[in-house]
């Protein structure tokens, strides 16, 4: 099975900086695709930043452009997300989500990290 954890989050005030890090685990064959999302109350699960398709050059919301820097390492199965000139619309809870092939299944699937909170208030 594979595992998806995020970590990072919290409260910021607004023009403040936060990073989140995410890391893959488990019984990896191969990792495809690995990015953020967000989820602000009431509304639907939007793309922020995401390495697709095996690419090296991300992909990102136009909201987010110029702000949020996404990196990762291919070798650790690993992205992050550096969210700087926090934003009030900015807040909800920040998801990271995987496309891989498990190597006990040898199916690909998408995976989803449990969540967490970014809260950008003064």
């Known amino acids: 099975q594979v595992h998806v954890e995020e970590s990072g989050g919290g409260l910021v005030q607004p023009g403040g900086s936060l990073s989140l890090s995410c890391a893959a685990s488990g019984t990896i064959f191969s990792i495809y695709a690995m990015g953020w999302y967000r989820q602000a109350p009431g509304k639907q699960r939007e793309l922020v930043a995401a390495f697709t398709n095996s690419g090296t050059t991300p992909t990102y919301s136009d909201s987010v452009k110029g702000r949020f820097t996404i990196s990762g390492d291919n070798a650790k199965n690993t992205v992050y997300l550096q969210m700087n000139s926090l934003k009030p619309d900015d807040t909800g809870v920040y998801y990271c989500?995987?496309?891989?092939?498990?190597?006990?299944?040898?199916?690909?699937?998408?995976?989803w990290g449990q969540g967490t909170q970014v809260t950008v208030s003064s």
């Open positions: 989500h995987a496309v891989g092939k498990s190597s006990t299944t040898m199916r690909t699937g998408d995976y």
